[in-house]
Nanobody
Framework: DVQLQASGGGLVQAGGSLRLSCAASGFTFDGYAIGWFRQAPGKEREGVSCISFVDGSTFHADSVKGRFTISSDNAKNTVYLYMNSLKPEDTAVYYC??????????????????????WGQGTQVTVSS
């Protein structure tokens, strides 16, 4: 079974950093894209960052560009989201998701939640001012 396990959330002050982890099991990254999404209370789920192992491309939303970095450790089958210079508006539940055969380079704008095939549980990130 394909499973994604997100972890690493927590409470941090504005300006601080966190590293989220998405550990995958039941499949390898080849042929997939892994995305990080977030959902704040009362808001729609939005794509934050994504890495495609299909075409080697990455994406970061404008709101996090320059502050967040997505990377992977293929030996550990884990994708990381390094979040620096956190802001209160980054507060949300963060989810990782996987999409099979996803050519990120052909996507205009952020990956959509409906394009993902598998989801992990969320991890709460709270940034205090």
């Amino acid at each position: 079974d394909v499973q994604l396990q997100a972890s690493g959330g927590g409470l941090v002050q504005a300006g601080g950093s966190l590293r989220l982890s998405c550990a995958a099991s039941g499949f390898t990254f080849d042929g997939y894209a892994i995305g990080w999404f977030r959902q704040a209370p009362g808001k729609e789920r939005e794509g934050v960052s994504c890495i495609s192992f299909v075409d080697g491309s990455t994406f970061h939303a404008d709101s996090v560009k320059g502050r967040f970095t997505i990377s992977s450790d293929n030996a550990k089958n884990t994708v990381y989201l390094y979040m620096n210079s956190l802001k209160p508006e980054d507060t949300a539940v963060y989810y990782c998701a996987a999409a099979e055969g996803y050519f990120l380079s052909t996507v205009v704008g952020a990956p959509g939640p409906r394009e993902m095939d598998y989801w992990g549980q969320g991890t709460q990130v709270t940034v205090s001012s």
